[in-house]
C-alpha cells in the first residue's frame, strides 16, 4: 500500500482562499478576471445569504436557489435551465455538496454542447466556458477540492458519477464564518463524512503517500477539532480546521477516491434519503473493523488520531457517538427486510469496491449493515 | 506559532503528473489545450532531450537552451527577445530553478507589455497570454510550485524578486527519470536547499497548519530518501520521493516563504556564485540553531526526521557532511575579509529577515558566516 513509484495525476484548485471572511474575495477575485456576468448555485438557506460573496451592484449576480439535498436530474434540469438562459462568466457553488456538484455541472452543461448523458463517467466532458468558483457552506464533501459531481437517479435508485478535470474549481473560499451557523447534528456527520473520505482513500489499494499527506492530515485535524465544534459552533478555530480537513479529504478523491464505505453507504441515501454525511457515519466503523485486518498499521493510526482504542468498530463507534450522531440504523426508518436488497445495490457499485483493500462480498455487505442495524 | 485561524492564500498548480516518464504527459497536455506553438526554456543539458517532452512534429518546438545558473537581467533579456519572436501558445521550463524562473518571467513579459523593471516585487504582474508548464530536471528549488521568480542584478549584487499569481505553472510534471543522472553532489546540495525551504517555512513566524503539512512532509521525505538518493542515482522511489519533497518546499514559498537561512545565503551566490542549493545547505545548520531557542519543538522535530540528535548546528552538519556535501566556507574560495560585507548584504534583504522567528542583527549574521567558515 502506498507506493510513491505509481504515477499519479495530483488535482488542486489553484487558489484557495482560507479564513474568517474570505467568502467576499470571490467577488474581488471575478472582477480581477472581468466576470460581469455570475450565476450562485444555492440551496435556499445560502441564497439568502449571497451578499457575503461581495458582489457590488456593477456584476449582474443570478441566485439559482432551488438546490435540493441530494440533487436528481429535475433539479440539475431546472439549474441548467437558468444557466442556458444567463450565459454566465462565472459560476459559483455556493453550499454543501449538492451546490458545490450541480455548479460543476452547470459550468460544463450549462451552454448546452452535451448532456448529463454524455458525460457520466470519467473524462469525457470536453470543456467549459465559465469560471469556476466553489464556497463550501459545510465542512465534510470536499467537493470544493475535487473533479467528481454526483447526481441520483431517482429511477433507478442509484448515483450517476461525472469525473472531468473541468469541473475543477478555479478558486475555492474556505470561509469558517459561513459554518457557523451549522447545527451539532449536521456538523457532526458532515465532519465524520470528510473522515471517510479521508480513510477510505488512506486504507486503499490506490493508496499514494502524495495523497496520504491529505488523508493523516485530515484524519488529524478531525480527531482535534470536530468534537470542539460540535460543542461550540461559534470556535472558529475548529471551524476553519475542519473547512481544511474537507478540502483534504477532496483531495483524496480525486487521485484515489473511496472505497467500500461510500458502496455500501450509498443505499441508504438512494433508497432512504438519508442524508450522505450521515449515511457514511453510520457505515464508517463498520467497515473501518472490516479492513482493520488488511491495513492493521494504518487502521491503528485512524483510531489514535481519533482518540479512542480498544476494538476497532466499538472505538469508532464510540467517537462518533460521542458526536452525538445516531448510529443505529433501525433507528433511522429503514425496514429490516430492505437490508438484503441494499446489500445488493451496495455490491454492484464495483468503481468503488475495486478500491477496497480487502475484497468485499454481497454477504460482508450484509453482514455490515446488520452489524449497523 | 502557526494559528489556523490567520487567513492564507494556498496555491498549488492545478494538474501535477508525478511518476517514472510523465514528461512525455506535457505533450499529451499542451494538445488538449491546443497550444501549437511551444517555448521551451532550458539549459544546454536540458535543450539536447528536449524529446522527452514527447511533442510530435505537428507541433512547432522552439529551444532556448542557454540559461544559466543563476540567471542575470542579460540571459532575461535573451529569453525575452525569443519569446517575442515566437509568440508561443505555451512556455514550458525544463530544468533546475534557473529555468523554471526564466520560464516563469518569458510568459507573462514575453509580449513586451511590461518590463521586468515594471514587476519586481509582488502583484505587479498585469496577466499572462500562454500557458505555462514546468518540468524540473533538479529537485530543490520548488520553482514547479510557486509564483516567484527570482533574477540576479549583477551590478549591484544582488536578487530581485518577482512574485505573481500569474507565474503559478498550469501544469507541473515531475519525473524521476530527469534526475537519475544528477551528480551525488548536485543531488545532495539541491536537496538540502528543498530541505532549507520546509524548515525555513515551518519554522518561520508565518508558520501556518495548512503550510505545515507540506514542510513536515517535505522534512521527513528528505531525512528518509536523500542519502539513498546520492548513494545510488537510479534509486526512482527515491527520486520521486525527493521531486515530492521540493515540489513541497515550494508550496511553502508562496504563502509562507524562506527567512533569515536564504537570506543569509544570498551573498553567497551573489558575490561569489555558489550554486543557489549548495550556499543553503552550508548556511542550513547553523541557522537552525540561531532559531531552537525559540522554535525548539519544531527544531526537534526536524532533527528527528534527520535522523539526528544532539547539538543542533553539529547534528544538522553532520547530515550535511554525510551527504559529502563540503560545508565549510573557508573551502569554497570565500576570502575571510568577505565576511563583513557579506554581513551587510545579507542584513539588507528585510523581506525574509522579517519572516524569522527570532530577530537577527548584522553582528547575529556575521556569527553565522564564522561559524561556517
Chains 1, 2 share one sequence.
Not at 490506490?206 to 461559534?234: M, Q, S
Not at 454525511?277 to 464508517?284: L, T
Not at 463507534?317 to 451496495?346: H, V
Request: charge should be negative; proline fraction near 5%.
Amino acid at each position: 500500500m502506498a507506493d510513491v513509484s505509481r504515477p499519479l495525476s495530483i488535482i488542486h484548485p489553484p487558489i484557495i482562499e482560507c479564513g474568517a471572511g474570505v467568502a467576499s474575495k470571490v467577488a474581488e477575485w471575478a472582477a480581477s478576471k472581468g466576470a460581469g456576468k455570475v450565476l450562485v448555485v444555492a440551496d435556499a438557506f445560502n441564497a439568502d445569504r449571497v451578499g457575503l460573496l461581495g458582489f457590488g451592484p456593477e456584476t449582474k449576480v443570478e441566485v439559482f436557489g432551488d438546490v435540493v439535498p441530494e440533487p436528481d436530474i429535475a433539479n440539475l434540469d431546472a439549474v441548467l435551465a437558468v444557466t442556458a438562459e444567463l450565459a454566465p462568466d462565472l459560476v459559483v457553488g455556493f453550499g454543501g455538496g449538492s451546490a458545490m456538484d450541480l455548479a460543476k455541472l452547470a459550468a460544463v452543461l450549462g451552454d448546452g454542447g452535451q448532456t448529463l448523458a454524455d458525460v457520466v463517467g470519467a473524462h469525457l466532458v470536453k470543456g467549459r466556458r465559465p469560471l469556476l468558483a466553489q464556497v463550501p457552506t459545510t465542512a465534510g464533501t470536499g467537493s470544493e477540492g475535487g473533479t467528481r459531481s454526483l447526481v441520483t437517479d431517482t429511477q433507478n435508485a442509484r448515483k450517476m458519477a461525472v469525473e472531468s478535470l473541468y469541473m475543477l474549481a478555479d478558486m475555492v473560499a474556505l470561509d469558517p464564518q459561513l459554518t457557523v451557523s451549522l447545527p451539532p447534528a449536521l456538523t457532526a456527520a458532515t465532519g465524520v463524512d470528510a473522515l471517510a473520505h479521508c480513510v477510505e482513500s488512506y486504507t486503499n489499494v490506490k493508496a499514494h503517500p502524495a495523497i496520504d499527506v491529505y488523508a493523516t492530515e485530515g484524519i488529524r485535524l478531525i480527531g482535534r477539532y470536530l468534537g470542539r465544534a460540535v460543542e461550540n459552533g461559534e470556535d472558529l478555530e475548529a471551524r476553519t480546521a475542519l473547512a481544511l480537513a474537507s478540502l483534504y479529504g477532496g483531495f483524496c478523491l480525486g487521485p484515489v477516491n473511496t472505497a467500500a464505505g461510500h458502496a455500501v453507504a450509498y443505499p441508504l441515501g438512494t433508497r432512504h434519503h438519508i442524508a450522505h454525511g450521515h449515511a457514511n457515519a453510520v457505515i464508517f466503523p463498520h467497515v473501518l473493523a472490516f479492513n482493520a485486518s488488511v491495513a492493521p498499521e494504518r487502521t491503528a493510526f485512524v483510531l489514535d488520531a481519533l482518540g479512542v482504542s480498544g476494538d476497532v468498530s466499538q472505538a469508532a463507534l464510540q467517537f462518533c457517538e460521542n458526536l452525538g450522531i445516531e448510529m443505529r440504523m433501525s433507528r433511522l426508518g429503514i425496514p429490516e427486510a430492505d437490508l438484503e436488497a441494499m446489500s445488493g445495490e451496495a455490491f454492484a457499485i464495483k468503481r468503488l469496491l475495486d478500491n477496497n483493500p480487502r475484497e468485499v462480498s454481497r454477504e460482508d455487505i450484509l453482514g455490515i449493515y446488520k452489524a449497523a442495524y
